[in-house]
């Protein structure tokens, strides 16, 4: 009898007893069976006798739900069956049109809008690849991005009409067919596709068409802009356009929630995490032009959204709009996305409710990835055994100096203990391939490293310094270059930024190093945007630097831009800034130098020339 009390009791407090000593084996089972449920799903696709595509899954879903709401844009709503119309008509005009067949790569250059989703969907139909041009990129940069897609057909909405204008030449050169989504156009060479699309018949087109199309088959193209360089276009095959679309289902997004997109989908977050695991759920995808912080929360309440996607910028931007009554009046529950900073994380739920926030890592063309299931702030991903299984990946040792990893006598990578940073490598496998960049050997090679802990292993270079923590949380620290070194010390970007924006005039700030004649390495410098109407206030800048941080992480040299120069998902650029360096001359924007007894100050031109011949020394 005492027995069975203790292992009653005993059964009683086994919950309260694993939650205690695993507070998150609660989130890591449910993330694990999801996971396993992803694994299933893609070896059933595999086993069937022509590959299961998203292409199905969306027919299968027409199938299921045809008058469902699939993409609302503007004020028109379509439904799975629209889309599915829409996309044969495409094909079919494409087929009579052009001389396009499976395996055929287009190029699409517009910006977002239904017939965007529509373009891709028919291309699918006919078993062709889209390469996703950047439709900001013009001339040079578009005719690069269109060569190294390999495509033989462009096709591009109106507003960008003067663009291709601008490259049709080259592209004529290279007997390139070129559309235009318009009824007319009297420019040579360029041919219209509206008025072919809407005479052309919405029947359903035969799967023989797509037949030769497979697991490891380039589905799209998705430009990497990196930190140097033109945009390389990485491969993704159809089973990563899987990977990437089971991220909704993952982070517990369900088949009745409504997703708002705002984000280019010439991008992958925006194409592969919000259209194409909008697609895998079944939902309703609230689609718009552009982001905008005014107009964010009204549409989330005006349709239901339940699912925003973000980069950390966005969310920076909402917390920065003027507080409202009714900030946590909608619906939204999760936000997936990337980049969000801690500082932000904590903002954001504070002023806007309680959103589970799914803090994704990965690049379009890596080969791992995390995500934060648990909500731990700050943390963008967990370890557990599935992943390390599926994905093997390992931190080792970089010297931040050099540029380069850390090799033993033996000439091996080391790998660093728990709670070190360092640098993240993903094992090349089978599981987790590489594909690479089309076109670009060269760039595909740079990012591999080998005889990593073996001779003959290879790893994919992620570029990126994590640091996972004892119950294992994984903590983004750095991007290789978004550290330097002065006077012997690893400055952080981050965390010098992190200190500015705290400073009441400050509203952003982007933080880099730039060489001085005569020294070693790169001293701080910060191009700040003020508050509106707000002066820069220099003791008070410098008051906090002092007490925040440690003499050589302090910037230096401060210049006020009117705005930041950002990437078209909003990322810093730093190294044009760095180029620029600190010199009044070359420099437009009023620049400040830090002066240990009055704190910033203004730069003078013989400040500039003093520190270039070495008369003062910093
Ligand atoms: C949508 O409809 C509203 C009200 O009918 C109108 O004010 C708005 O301009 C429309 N928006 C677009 C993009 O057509
Ligand atoms: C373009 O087409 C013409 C005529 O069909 C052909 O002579 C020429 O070689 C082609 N050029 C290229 C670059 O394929
Ligand atoms: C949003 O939900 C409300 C209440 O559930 C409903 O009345 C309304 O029609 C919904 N709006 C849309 C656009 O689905
Ligand atoms: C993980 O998610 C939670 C809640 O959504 C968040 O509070 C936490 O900061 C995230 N961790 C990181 C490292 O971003
Ligand atoms: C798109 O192109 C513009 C113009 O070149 C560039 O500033 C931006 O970074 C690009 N966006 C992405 C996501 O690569």
């Given at each position: 009898m005492y027995i069975m009390y203790t292992v009653l009791a005993g059964l009683a407090i086994l919950p309260f007893f694993l939650y205690i000593c695993f507070p998150y084996l609660i989130h890591d089972l449910q993330f694990i069976v999801r996971g396993i449920g992803c694994g299933v799903k893609m070896s059933k696709f595999k086993k069937k006798k022509t590959f299961y595509t998203i292409l199905d899954c969306f027919l299968d879903k027409v199938k299921k739900?045809?008058?469902?709401?699939?993409i609302v844009f503007e004020n028109s709503t379509y439904s799975y069956l629209d889309a599915d119309k829409q996309s044969n008509k495409i094909a079919r005009s494409l087929m009579e049109f052009s001389s396009l067949k499976e395996g055929d790569t287009v190029a699409l250059y517009l910006g977002n809008e239904p017939m965007y989703v529509w373009l891709w969907l028919g291309l699918s139909k006919i078993g062709c690849k889209a390469a996703?041009?950047?439709?900001s990129i013009r001339s040079k940069s578009l005719l690069h991005c269109f060569s190294c897609s390999g495509a033989d057909v462009l096709i591009s909405s109106t507003e960008l009409k003067d663009a291709v204008e601008e490259v049709l030449p080259a592209l004529q050169e290279q007997n390139i067919s070129v559309f235009t989504l318009?009824?007319?156009?009297?420019?040579?060479g360029i041919e219209t596709l509206t008025d072919k699309i809407s005479k052309a018949s919405d029947k359903p087109l035969s799967p023989d068409l797509r037949?030769?199309?497979?697991?490891?088959?380039?589905a799209i193209y998705i430009y990497t802009s990196g930190t140097t360089g033109l945009p390389k276009a990485a491969v993704i095959t159809q089973e990563r356009v899987w990977m990437a679309s089971f991220l909704q289902g993952l982070v517990g997004v369900t088949s009745d929630d409504v997703i708002y997109v705002c984000l280019?989908?010439?991008?992958?977050?925006?194409?592969?995490?919000g259209l194409t695991g909008a697609i895998e759920r079944g939902i309703t995808l609230i689609l718009r032009r552009r982001f905008s912080a005014s107009q964010f929360w009204e549409d989330c309440r005006k349709y239901n959204v339940t699912t925003i996607q973000y980069i950390g910028e966005i969310m920076r931007y909402l917390c920065n709009t003027p507080k409202k009554d009714?900030?946590?009046?909608?619906?939204?529950r999760i936000a997936l996305g990337n980049g969000i900073r801690a500082d932000t994380w904590s903002e954001f739920l504070h002023r806007f409710g309680d959103i589970q926030i799914s803090e994704c890592y990965g690049a379009t063309e890596s080969n791992i990835g995390f995500i934060?299931?648990?909500?731990?702030?700050?943390?963008i991903g967990r370890e557990n055994f599935l992943m390390k299984k599926a994905t093997p990946y390992a931190l080792i040792k970089y010297d931040t100096e050099r540029e380069e990893p850390v090799r033993d006598s033996r000439g091996f990578c080391i790998k660093i203990p728990r709670g070190e940073t360092g640098l993240l490598l993903g094992k090349i496998t089978k599981?987790?391939?590489?594909?690479?960049?089309?076109?670009?050997h060269e760039q595909t090679e740079k990012k591999k490293l080998g005889d990593?802990?073996?001779?003959?292993d290879l790893y994919f270079n992620s570029g990126d310094l994590l640091k996972i923590d004892h119950e294992g949380f994984v903590y983004f620290q750095d991007r290789i270059g978004d550290t330097f070194r002065w006077k012997g010390e690893n400055v952080a970007t981050t965390e010098v930024t992190d200190i500015l924006i705290t400073?009441?005039?400050?509203e952003e700030a982007n933080v880099y190093g730039v060489k001085v004649p005569g020294h070693e390495g790169r001293i701080g410098m910060a191009a700040l945007i003020l508050k509106d109407g707000l002066e820069f206030d220099g003791s008070d800048t410098y008051k906090c630097v002092k007490t925040s941080l440690p003499s050589y992480a302090r910037p230096r040299f401060i210049r006020i831009q009117k705005s930041l120069a950002l990437t078209g998902t909003f990322k810093q650029i730093k190294t044009k800034l760095a180029e620029n360096g600190f010199n009044p001359s070359i420099i437009q924007d009023p620049l400040y130098i830090l002066d240990?007894?009055?704190?910033?100050i203004p730069m003078t031109q013989e400040m500039y020339n003093s520190i270039s011949s070495g008369t003062i020394r910093l």
């Open positions: 739900h045809p008058d469902k709401p699939f996703l041009l950047n439709n318009s009824e007319e156009c009297n420019t040579v037949s030769n199309v497979k697991l490891k088959s380039p280019p989908l010439f991008h992958s977050s925006a194409f592969l995490m009714n900030d946590k009046v909608h619906k939204v934060n299931y648990t909500g731990k702030i700050g943390a599981r987790s391939p590489f594909i690479g960049y089309a076109k670009n990593v802990f073996e001779k003959g400073v009441d005039c400050i240990e007894n009055k704190g910033y």
